[in-house]
């Protein structure tokens, strides 16, 4: 079974910011950034308090804050991915091919060709519009949908799927 797909920086960029807002949707972790946020808004309230400009001078700091910090976290990400294209560590971008050949998922690329054993992914994440195949905790390859030229996006996942599973599962007895 193969995937052919063509990869660009905007697939990359898209990935980051969906993976980014899944982290924000761990209850924990927002739990954690929001009770930091509280504290900063308590010590600037108290500040503003004591002495200094009026409110309406910090609503303005914190609304023009967010609308900058929105294109920043898009440019930052293009950036970062640009940087690695022009760094050599190409195959990144570019036409790529996933194929599962029996035990092993076989990646090729303008930067080589990787081989995972099935057995050794570390997961298998479908997100909307990607399939994630991680051959360790922080180190995946991304497959965007939009981005695949010849093959079924979901047969293939489904396949990957269950390959691993069968691999991490003990034999019968």
Known sequence: MRLTYDVDVED???FDRRRRAMWRRDPL???GVGAVALLLV???AYTIALEGPPPVTWLVVFVAVLILGSGFDRWSA???IGKMYREGRGGVVGRQSMRLEGDKVVVESA???AELAVALIDDVERMPGFLVVYGAPKVGH????RAVV???FDEFAGAVEQAVMS???PPAD
């Open 12 to 14: 990359l960029v898209v």
């Open 29 to 31: 972790k927002v739990l």
């Open 42 to 44: 308590f010590i600037v």
């Open 78 to 80: 293009a950036r970062r």
């Open 111 to 113: 930067a080589g060709r």
């Open 142 to 145: 991304v497959v965007p949908r």
């Open 150 to 152: 010849e093959g079924d």
């Open 167 to 169: 691999a991490r599962s």
